[in-house]
């Protein structure tokens, strides 16, 4: 499960320094504070927020001002914030910093949905380098001295590639580090993530750090992503699904203590985990029954591999309460050791290339015209929190 030990790293993000160089990327519905609880009390590193939507935020949505809440116990705070107009964003960046929400920025251009790229927003966003700088210059004057970072993909497509420009614009615009997750929009999470374009990004980012985002999924993946691209550090998204652990894995290979003791993932360890994130997902809703709905789609996650049979899996995936996931969880074979092979490789969905979504004439230039900023105004009318 774990890999070679490589020297340990901190990482630096502007004045945050972590013990090892682990981010948590951001997941909508997955990276409430209840999971990032979780992870932190697995491994270190930075654990970042669902994505929030700056409009949402600048207008106190009741939904986005829930999800920029943080537990007492999490240190640093990060919140990913996504928007396209420069001043809601800075705007939002203004009020995280008045009302001490965060210690950390992020600014989303890496989200490939196609609700958010057909509006100009996310991965599509960087091509239009002017709005880019923009955005990006605007947050971090806003941010004063609390570190602002940003995380991008490579760009839309093979042929429409934004990722060096955006990283030397970023530099320019004094962020505290740049993420680069190693695939296009066009590719969603499909194939194989590119790390050769994180390390053309290294070697065109030389004054902050530069963080690899894609196919981290073990311990040994991470520290061959550093070793082949001279990253800074990590970003983990899809590879922590069901397993928060890995946090810990991340740390003894990455970080200081690496002569801990490698996680035994049993079935009843596997199980105690399970059970322990749906307690925090009821105290975070506040509502027993919503904790325990909320849970269900991280069953298949967590069991991967396991011997839990399919009754029993379908059982945990309409149970209300948490009595019943214990009694659920107590049928199983609690010595059932790992199962290996069964239990590694990719989590969640990968999805397929596919065209990605844009707004009309969006390719044509890399300056942005009068019809472009109608669309981006109706992005901005997007109020959902997250």
């Given amino acids: ?28 519905g997955i990276t409430n504070t209840a999971f990032r609880r979780l992870c932190r009390e697995y491994g270190a590193g930075l654990y970042v927020s669902e994505m929030i939507t700056s ?34 964003i800075a705007d939002a960046v203004r009020i995280i910093v008045a009302e001490d929400h965060a210690d950390h920025i992020d600014l989303n251009f890496g989200c490939p949905v196609p609700k958010v790229t057909r509006k100009g927003g996310g991965s599509a966003l960087p091509w239009k380098t002017g709005l880019f700088r923009d955005i990006v210059e605007g947050a971090v004057r806003a ?26 614009i970023a530099e320019d615009a004094g962020v505290a580090a740049v993420a680069l997750h190693g695939r296009t929009a066009s590719e969603f999470y499909s194939g194989t993530a590119d790390w050769s374009a994180i390390a053309k990004l290294k070697e065109t980012v030389t004054s902050v750090p530069v963080l690899g985002n894609g196919d981290i999924w073990s311990a040994h993946d991470a520290v061959r992503m550093m070793a082949e691209t001279g990253c800074d550090g990590v970003v983990v998204g899809r590879g922590c699904l069901g397993r928060p652990w890995l946090f810990g894995d991340l740390a003894r290979a990455l970080g200081p203590e690496t002569d801990s003791m490698p996680v035994d993932a049993t079935l009843g360890f596997v199980a105690q985990a399970f059970r322990r994130h749906a307690e925090l997902l009821v105290e975070f809703f506040e509502d027993e029954g919503r904790g325990c709905r ?44 790992y199962p290996g092979a069964a239990a590694e490789g990719q989590r969640g969905r990968a999805g397929t290339p596919k ?32």
């Fill in 1 to 28: 499960m774990t890999s070679a030990l490589a020297p340990a790293r901190a990482l630096r993000i502007g004045p945050i320094e972590l013990d090892a160089p682990v981010v948590l990327a951001p997941m909508a």
């Fill in 143 to 168: 941010a004063g001295d609390i570190p602002l970072t940003v995380k991008m993909r490579k760009g839309i497509d093979a042929d429409h590639l934004t990722y060096l420009d955006a990283g030397r």
């Fill in 355 to 386: 065209r990605p979504a844009l707004p009309d004439g969006w390719l044509d230039s890399r300056e942005l015209g009068e019809d472009a900023s109608c669309t981006l105004l109706e992005a901005e009318l997007d109020t959902s929190g997250g």
């Fill in 55 to 88: 409009r949402a935020l600048v207008e106190r949505n009741v939904t986005t001002m829930r999800l920029i809440r943080h537990h007492e116990s999490e240190t640093p705070r990060s919140i990913q914030l996504y928007g396209v107009d420069p001043k809601t």
């Fill in 294 to 337: 909320d849970i269900r789609k991280h069953v298949a996650w967590y069991f991967k591999g396991y011997p839990v049979g399919g009754d029993t899996r379908a059982q945990l995936a309409t149970a209300s309460s948490l009595a019943e996931i214990d009694d659920l969880l107590a049928t199983l074979d609690g010595e059932a050791p």
